[in-house]
């Protein structure tokens, strides 16, 4: 995706202490969902700190079988 940097970075979906209506991970704010596929979504995100906008996706790991799992990790 041109103009979106992907960090590497793995976020369990637990680790969500704030409301639905302003989700958050780490120091991004999640604003919205720009793809999916059959075990990952693409958020849109913005780092707090900077502004700068960022694709960050995230994983459900239970939907992974063992082999694509260590792929991941």
């Known amino acids: ?6 960090p590497q ?4 979906l637990l680790l969500r202490s704030r409301p639905v209506e302003d989700p958050h991970v780490g120091k ?7 793809g ?4 990952a979504k ?3 995100a913005k780092h707090i700190p900077t502004g700068i ?6 994983i459900d790991k239970t939907a992974l079988n063992p082999s694509s799992l260590q792929k991941v990790f």
């Not at 999916?36 to 075990?39: A, D, E, P, R, S």
């Not at 906008?53 to 995230?58: H, N, P």
Request: glycine residues 6%; hydrophobic residues 45%.
């Open 9 to 12: 970075i793995s976020i369990p």
């Open 36 to 39: 999916k596929g059959n075990f």
């Open 1 to 6: 995706m041109p103009g979106y940097r992907i």
């Open 28 to 34: 991004y704010k999640l604003l919205k969902t720009i």
């Open 53 to 58: 906008e960022v694709a960050i996706k995230i």
């Open 42 to 44: 693409v958020k849109l």
